[in-house]
């Protein structure tokens, strides 16, 4: 295959202006830094969007989405694209197009059984979607790709085989996981597969817009809105498919973003759990010792502890690294 890589620096622009829409057909990796200018794509292949270090503001078709380093984001084509971030300097993004040769490619490896569960429902509707277009928390297996790719990316490394094998890879994990989502779309008591899928894309706009602003009181009314139902009937379906109520999601949501903001910042717990929509520091560190039994300062002192672990082992790898 084919890979472009293209690197988009914005702080030096001109008057904040766009650049003309992209067209984009092939695999590309686009790595944007920080800064004050958009930059728009008219994709026109599946992609996948991730970003780190600050809150990403994705627009797509018109409608905006906010990535950070919990989350990410995949769609089908035929978006249009654009996206900056939020305040902040050090922000880095993620996007990453497939082209049909890599879906094929891809595609293939999943064998008959990933083939019937992605291209055909069971009741014959061969028209659906590639991929359930939603924010994901992040799935450890395919983050660390993406991660991997990015920290490469970063350093200014430009070694085309090795980006197209793990351009690659991360697909070939993206199409498994999409497996797995459509068997949880499978399960749902729903006689058709394809009220099933639309049951589950309205429980994905509620789940989105608590992603993209769970600092924020939302509300029940809002959240039912997102999804063009009644409050009742909005609680009945999303406890169908995730098991747990909105208000639960939602401080499950606020409490991840406050570990990550634990472990990598020096910001106080009071700080935090307002940065993160708490009422207050109690009510988060009940939350911490509810979902991971333990508070901040241990969860600081964890996070010490493992990058510590890491440090050592990159020391130690890297006389061996030297005698090769």
């Known amino acids: ?81 654009s996206g900056g971030f939020r305040k902040a300097a050090a922000g880095r993004a993620l996007g990453i197009y497939f ?49 991997f790719i990015a920290h490469h990316l970063e350093h200014g490394i430009d070694q085309s085989l090795w980006y197209e094998e793990h351009v690659l890879l991360l697909l070939e994990r993206m199409l498994r996981n999409e497996v797995d989502t459509g068997r949880q779309v499978a399960a749902l008591a729903r006689a058709r597969e394809r009220t099933r899928r639309e049951m589950f894309q309205r429980v994905a706009r509620v789940t989105d817009l608590i992603h ?28 169908a498919v995730h098991g747990l109520s909105p208000h639960e999601y939602l401080q499950r949501r606020r409490t991840e973003a406050a570990v990550r903001l634990l472990q990598t910042s020096d910001l106080a717990v009071a700080e935090i759990a307002e940065r993160v929509g708490f009422d ?21 002192a964890l996070a010490r502890t493992e990058a510590s672990v890491q440090a050592g082992w990159s020391a130690r790898s890297e006389p061996l690294a030297a005698a090769t």
């Open 1 to 81: 295959m084919s890979l472009t890589i293209r690197r988009f620096h914005f702080a030096g622009a001109l008057n904040g202006s766009v650049p003309p829409r992209s067209p984009t057909r092939d695999t590309e990796v686009h790595w944007i830094a920080a800064g004050r200018t958009r930059y728009e794509v008219d994709a026109r292949v599946p992609s996948i969007h991730a970003a780190w270090h600050g809150r990403y503001s994705l627009i797509v078709d018109q409608r905006s989405v906010a990535l950070d380093d919990d989350v990410f984001l995949v769609l089908n084509s035929g978006h249009t694209l």
């Open 99 to 147: 082209s049909p040769e890599l879906l094929a490619q891809a595609f293939a490896s999943l064998g008959r059984n990933g083939d019937a569960i992605l291209r055909q429902g069971a009741d014959g509707d061969t028209e659906r979607p590639l991929f359930f277009e939603h924010i994901r928390t992040r799935n450890r297996a395919i983050a660390s790709v993406m991660r």
């Open 212 to 239: 993209c602003a769970y600092e924020q009181p939302l509300t029940l009314p809002e959240l039912a809105t997102a999804a063009r139902w009644s409050m009742f009937h909005m609680l009945r379906e999303f406890k």
């Open 280 to 300: 207050d520091r109690s009510t988060l560190i009940r939350r911490l010792r509810r979902y991971h039994g333990l508070g901040p300062r241990e969860l600081r």
